[in-house]
Structure formats: structure tokens, C-alpha cells
């Protein structure tokens, strides 16, 4: 039977890229983002999960404003990154889990969640700035990935509740699943942070911290305010919050906060880093 082993929640923004791209790390500006990080990195040196279900959101590497699912699944055997155009390396291409795609793939349907199956799709820096982060430098990806991207961008969204409920669908998907793989869950994004229009560098810290006080006891706190009331509190590229409430729901009921770090700004954005892991019912 498979085994949940943790939860992997962090930022994303292509500014933390460029920031390992030109080994600031260490910079005042960055140090307290990368801070976060050396746990995360020994969890998984200890842990070693085989494969990772990772919940984030495209930013037009794959699907752009004229055809957006709200919810896609990669049932690719690979996923390849691609030019963005924020002068980032080409990260590695990730090698795929196609059996444990399809059989999630399968139980969604069956459990009346009409997702998008991708056998085909690009990885864009959502993905790739977070296992860079958490596997530095690695010659080839020490786990493979079943990437479900939520849209964040083109309205209507998912509501916060569908998301939490979406993972936890996942949650009984892994559950149900034959193979032994030790399972990672990932969410990326946020955390508050606006890029453009009227409020551009709005940033929410009572919001994040909100966020982060709930996400492992009471998840479903996160989901009582409707869409345009997060994107009021979080920001427009805040909601991406619904990334990490959809990991979190994958790791099914009760969980446990094993490691949390926060911090503002980097790039106008408000950032964290957290390890959940599950308790056993
Ligand atoms: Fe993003």
C-alpha cells in the first residue's frame, strides 16, 4: 500500500529562480526564504519519497485565456520545462508515473470530478523553482511526479471549498492504489501577492498568517470565503492559495505542522515554506 509522507508547500516566483541561477541565496535580501529550505531537503534525504502528486497552476506554458480546464491531470510518461521568457536555465525534464496518473485519473471520474487528461504537458516554473529548491543542483530528479494543475488565472476559478475537495478525493485515489511508492504531496504558490492593476505589491501578512495557522488543523477555514473574497484578501496571484488547499486535502484528514517559514517580500511577494505530515486516522 502506498504511504503518504509528507507535504511540501512553497513559492514559487520566477524571481526565486534567478536568485539560485545567480547564487544569491545568501544576499540579506534572500537569506530568510532560503532559510526555509535545509529542513525540507533533510526530511526528504530521510524520507526519500518515489513520487510526487504536485498541485499547481499553469502560467500559460501550456494553457493559456482561450483554453483553461480547471482541473488537469499529466498522464505524460515525461514533462518536459520550456522557455518562459524570465531568462531561467531549462530545468530537467521530470519522468512521469503514467500507471498512477490514470488510476488517479480513474478514481476522480469515478468520484465525480470531470478533470482534464493531459497525455501530453509542459512543466512550467510552478513546478520546476519548487523541486529546485528542495533537490539543488541533483544531476536527474530523484522522484517522479504526477503534476494536477488548478486554474488560478482565468476566471471563474475553482472554489476554495471544490479544491479542498478535489485533494481530498486525490487523497482517496493514492489510498486505493496498489503499488508500495512512498507518496510526496505538493502545493505551490502564493503566498499573498499582487502584480498588477490598482493595488500592485499589495501584500496581506494577517491573511498568510491566517492561512498558515489553519492549514493543517482546519483546512476548511481556508475555504468559507468565496473566490473574489481571497483574491480581496490575498491578492489577484494570491488565490493561488488554492494550490496548497488542494495539497493539503491530499494528505487526507488530520495532519500535523512540522515546519513553517515565512517571509516578505521577495519580488513583491509574500513567500513560506512549510512541511506537514499526516496523522494517522
Ligand atoms: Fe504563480
Redesign the pocket.
Known amino acids: 500500500m502506498a504511504e503518504i509522507i509528507g507535504g511540501y508547500f512553497t513559492s514559487?516566483?520566477p524571481a526565486i529562480g534567478g536568485a539560485m541561477h545567480r547564487g544569491a541565496q545568501q544576499d540579506p535580501y534572500w537569506q530568510p526564504f532560503f532559510d526555509g529550505l535545509p529542513p525540507v531537503r533533510e526530511l526528504l534525504a530521510r524520507k526519500k519519497p518515489d513520487v510526487a502528486v504536485v498541485f499547481s497552476?499553469d502560467?500559460g506554458l501550456n494553457f493559456f485565456l482561450d483554453t483553461m480546464p480547471t482541473f488537469a491531470v499529466g498522464a505524460a510518461p515525461s514533462y518536459a520545462n520550456a522557455d518562459e521568457g524570465w531568462g531561467l536555465p531549462l530545468y530537467k525534464t521530470f519522468p512521469g508515473h503514467p500507471a498512477l496518473s490514470w488510476h488517479i485519473i480513474e478514481a476522480l471520474v469515478e468520484d465525480e470530478f470531470d478533470v482534464t487528461m493531459c497525455q501530453k504537458m509542459l512543466v512550467d516554473?510552478?513546478l520546476s523553482i519548487p523541486f529546485e529548491l528542495a533537490w539543488p543542483g541533483v544531476e536527474a530528479w530523484p522522484i517522479r511526479i504526477v503534476p494536477i494543475g488548478i486554474n488560478?488565472v482565468q476566471h471563474p476559478l475553482p472554489s476554495a471549498r471544490r479544491t479542498l475537495a478535489l485533494g481530498r478525493a486525490v487523497n482517496r485515489a493514492i489510498a486505493s492504489w496498489a503499488g508500495d511508492e512512498k507518496v510526496l504531496i505538493v502545493g505551490t504558490?502564493g503566498l499573498s501577492h499582487q502584480l498588477d492593476g490598482a493595488r500592485a505589491g499589495f501584500m496581506n501578512p494577517s491573511y498568510d498568517q491566517f492561512c498558515l495557522d489553519h492549514l493543517a488543523a482546519d483546512p476548511d477555514a481556508l475555504t468559507r470565503d468565496s473566490i473574489h473574497d481571497i483574491v480581496r484578501q490575498a491578492g489577484t496571484?494570491g488565490v493561488?492559495i488554492l494550490n496548497w488547499i488542494a495539497a493539503r486535502g491530499a494528505l487526507g484528514e488530520a495532519a500535523q505542522e512540522v515546519h513553517r517559514n515565512y517571509h516578505l517580500p521577495i519580488s513583491n511577494t509574500a513567500a513560506a515554506t512549510v512541511w506537514l505530515e499526516p496523522e494517522p486516522a
Request: net charge negative.
Open positions: 514559487h516566483v497552476n502560467h516554473h510552478a488560478t504558490g496571484q493561488e
